[in-house]
């Protein structure tokens, strides 16, 4: 078991001021355990917390995760505070919605930055910790679009996409440590990511892409209609974590097992499609 069962366990969560990453700091919180909790605005944090949690165990940090040296020193700190570092969770990040063609550089280089060299970042401050006490468990939020990929969410996907890449590496480089590695993959969650506080839109569109404008105005009105309960949502990611079990992907929401299940029975029909072709490239055996 990598989780503490003799003391309070230290977390490590970034994305914390809204959606689920409020919900998990909310939670751990109220089990007794330590927080470290990173944010754009450690006041919106507190703010969002409200005046009825004992926020004596929690240590908000404004980092900017773009920032490797920010990132390290947000590490450091939490390791000084609580003595020791257990689980880290990868949560901030955001949406974007909008064709290939309307999606502009500085948008895909602001959303790798975060989601995948904002992971990377937290990575290289935190194994080098839990690899030493040979114990701990990363988990890192992705999506269920992160496995498969619909149109209008390319950007989104490329982000989520590389982080299961990552993360399937990582699970396998660090099990010999004892550091654990969950990839979450939740559904359409009753968050504020359907807002346009969380949900970004390109600065110009052409008129190509109808469903595609069709498709956001349908999203924004399905703000506060999604099917996932992020109180039950939060709860599910720390039942896992405290018990050590699970698989490597947490599938949260049916909607996203129903995704997934699409996703592999298309990846199937692919492969026996190919069966017969895909040696043809190969060297003749003698």
Known sequence: M???????????????????????VKQLIERGDNVAATTRS????????????????????????????????AVHQTVERFGGLDVVVNNAGYGFLAAVEETTDRDVRA????????????????????RRQNSGHIVNVSSILGLTAVPGWALYCAGKFALEGLSEALAAEVASFGVKVTIVEPGYFRTDFLTKDSLALPAATTDAYPAIREMTSNHLSLQGNQLGDPVKGAAAIIGQVVSGAGPLRQLLGSDAHSYATAKVDALRANLDATTQTAAATDFRTA
């Not at 990598?2 to 998990?24: C, I, K, N």
């Not at 004992?54 to 240590?59: E, P």
């Open 2 to 24: 990598s989780f503490p069962t003799d003391r309070p366990a230290t977390w490590f969560v970034t994305g914390t001021s809204r959606g689920l990453g409020l919900e998990l």
């Open 42 to 73: 450690t006041e919106r944090l507190r703010s969002a917390l409200g005046d009825g949690i004992d926020t004596s165990r929690l240590l908000p940090l404004a980092v900017d995760l773009r920032d490797d040296e920010s990132v390290a020193q």
């Open 111 to 130: 959303m790798l930055d975060v989601q995948v060299v904002g992971v990377w970042n937290m990575l290289r401050a935190a194994v080098p910790v839990l």
